[in-house]
């Protein structure tokens, strides 16, 4: 596990859109898996910021969202599918055939979650992986404790989750209870994994996913397995970081190199 940190948010996120930026460049039928939450609307506005600019060609890469709410339609503003509409998939050159998430709706869920996987499958696979972390450890929506090995699959949500995502909706009835999620297992086949947590309050669980011991009670530890993961931290959000590194501007060298940042 690599990690950058940077010193305040903003620097986070151009360091997150530079990689991706560079993952498409080095190879434009590159396969994405994306992330939804308020962490990564700025790594959208970025990367449509590119693409305006002429910088950035979606037009043959394939992308995967981790997860979708159960029971809401993708035309509901507060599915994730909306979501990817709003922040990315309507303002760039992404062909909307070669966009893929869950079917929240599908009549049979269990199916559903077998075709999301296969389909990945078939696809080769996710090159490089957009990942947030939620405030229990939660990574897409696999809640702890998790089975670290999971394919895609239903998952209820936890009620901390609920209460998190409650702002989002018109209030907390609203918040639906289950989710379609990639499993850790599929997550972790990804090529590669780019996470960003930024600010204070992400602080002790980012703490716990790095320096603590791999656990299924903190589903974002498995990650500390993966071969190529990047996590990129706010100086907030790396506040409690036992082996503390001095808020460090890395972004020559992400220009540079593929792999910034210290290694654990
Ligand atoms: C949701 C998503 C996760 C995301 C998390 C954090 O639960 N399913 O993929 O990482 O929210 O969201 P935020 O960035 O808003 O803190």
Redesign the pocket.
């Known amino acids: 596990m690599k990690v950058v940190i940077q010193s305040h948010a903003a620097a986070a996120v151009d360091v997150v859109v530079a990689m991706v930026a560079r993952e498409l460049h080095r190879n434009p039928y590159a396969v994405l898996g994306l ?7 700025p790594v959208y506005a970025g990367l449509v910021a590119l693409y305006r600019e002429g910088m950035l060609d979606f037009s043959n890469c394939r992308t995967f969202n ?2 979708e709410y159960a029971g809401l339609h993708r035309d509901n503003p507060h599915s ?1 599918h909306a979501y990817m509409k709003r922040h990315l998939f309507d303002a760039v050159n992404l062909r909307p055939h070669y966009t893929h998430l869950p079917d929240g709706t599908a009549a049979d869920l269990a199916a559903e979650c077998l075709r999301y996987e296969q389909l990945i499958s078939r696809l080769g696979g996710i090159d490089l992986q957009l ?5 229990n450890g ?4 696999n809640e702890p404790p998790c089975d670290l090995a999971s394919r895609t699959h239903v998952e209820e ?1 936890s009620p901390e ?1 609920m209460r ?2 409650t702002p ?1 909706f018109s209030g907390p009835d609203q918040v639906p209870h289950h ?1 379609i ?1 990639m499993g850790m297992g599929t997550i972790l086949e990804s090529g590669r994994c780019l996470l ?4 204070i ?2 602080a002790e669980i980012v703490a716990g996913m790095i320096e603590g011991p791999v656990s299924n009670d903190l589903p974002a530890t498995a990650l500390q397995t993966h071969l190529d993961c990047t996590v990129i931290l706010d100086q907030p959000a790396a506040a409690r970081l036992r082996q503390t590194v001095a808020a460090r501007d890395f972004w020559t060298e992400v220009k540079a190199s593929p792999a910034p940042g210290r290694s654990f």
């Open positions: 992330a939804t939450g308020r962490t990564m609307d981790l997860d994730y990942l947030g972390i939620g405030l939660h990574i897409g929506f949500l989750t998190q995502n989002l989710a999620t960003l947590a930024t600010g309050e992400k």
